[in-house]
């Protein structure tokens, strides 16, 4: 077993970490306050070729690997989860899904305006009463002549407000609950799409964009159709499962940089006449910490790896995204309490981080998801 990585996967991996740390870092807390990301932050991304980089060279892509797209998810969730939570709809629940289900005339009409950041993507699922269990969905595609009128509404929409392109989730048929579900690419500049700020101060991701948005017969062609009419919901599966490798990999990065921050606090705090790193109980929690970063992304790298070679990973990724988020939340929990009062305020970035690990958690299908998933797919269905 050879767990090392190639040469182009340190190449960019190090262009990922000099991005993050030299410009997403500095300006995160900033960006917190703020609550905004710079649409200057997407573009510069775009040109590095951070947003397409998992695309194939037709498109304007780098043609990456899943492993090299983990890496610059991992790097960007170590500076910002808001910055990496932008790239991760826009690249893999996006771009990717309509890789893997759009027709040719699709993949080139949109695709390279994706990869270059010319175009932001988002991604509609959730509505007020349909989120786990997304399949009840009550938004409607109604067959009209040569295309479909949407109507009914998302909620919690990540690049909602400013983005060019949404991938949109409607039924045509509610009483065939997930086979009635189709996909479609909506250009958001369509009649009868509207977009509004999500209402409420939210806890973390302070910097993302979350938009409610409501579809008024909003009337597509049938060429917006993403996939088999009907055949939404598989569409929708299959871009969570890139996208919570993207959000795993996010928060492999949170508890790195959770460990980082206590490392170096442990080694200059000083209590009792001596470095607070001295204390075998705050070794003892960075010991714990070290240990989960390094299994969190072992099972990050591992699905990544089977992706890589043609593997169903849906049972592989959604332990990743539970074991990551889960240890990245102990870190961060661990983290605050380890900088005592410094760790309280955003003074430390550890608040932060704190506060923007729940959110990992709960989207792209919470803890509990991921555990009936996982569990599902060991016991199987009764026939
Ligand atoms: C920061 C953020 C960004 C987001 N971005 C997007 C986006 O870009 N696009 C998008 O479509 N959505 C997005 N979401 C929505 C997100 O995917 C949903 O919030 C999530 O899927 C949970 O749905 P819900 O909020 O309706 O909770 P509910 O489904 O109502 O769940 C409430 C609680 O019940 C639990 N629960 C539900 N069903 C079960 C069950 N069968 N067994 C055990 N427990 C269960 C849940 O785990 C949870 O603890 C985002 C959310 C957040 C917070």
Redesign the pocket.
Known sequence: MDLSLTPSQLEIQKMARDFAQKRVAPMAREMDERGEMPVSLAREMGDLGLLGGSLPKTYGGGQWDAVSLALCYEELGRADSSVR?FMT?HTS?VSQCILTWGTEEQKRQYLPKLARGGWIG?????EPNA???AASMESTAIEDGDGFVLSGE?I?????GFADLAVVFASRDRSARHKGICAFLVETDTPGFQREKMPGK?LG?RA?D?AHIRFENCRVPRSALLGEAGGGFKVAMSALDYGRLGVAAGAVGVAQACLDACIEFARTRRQFGQRIGDFEMIQSVIADMAADVDAARLLVYRAAWMKDRGQKVTRETSIAKLFATEAAARAASEAVLLHGGRGYSNEYPVERYYRDIK?LQ????????QR?VIARDLIGRES
């Open positions: 939570g709809v629940l988002c991604y509609c699922l959730t989120g786990s269990d998302k919690w929409i990540t690049n909602g939210e991701h993302s979350h959110g709960i989207y792209e299908g919470t803890s509990h998801i009936i």
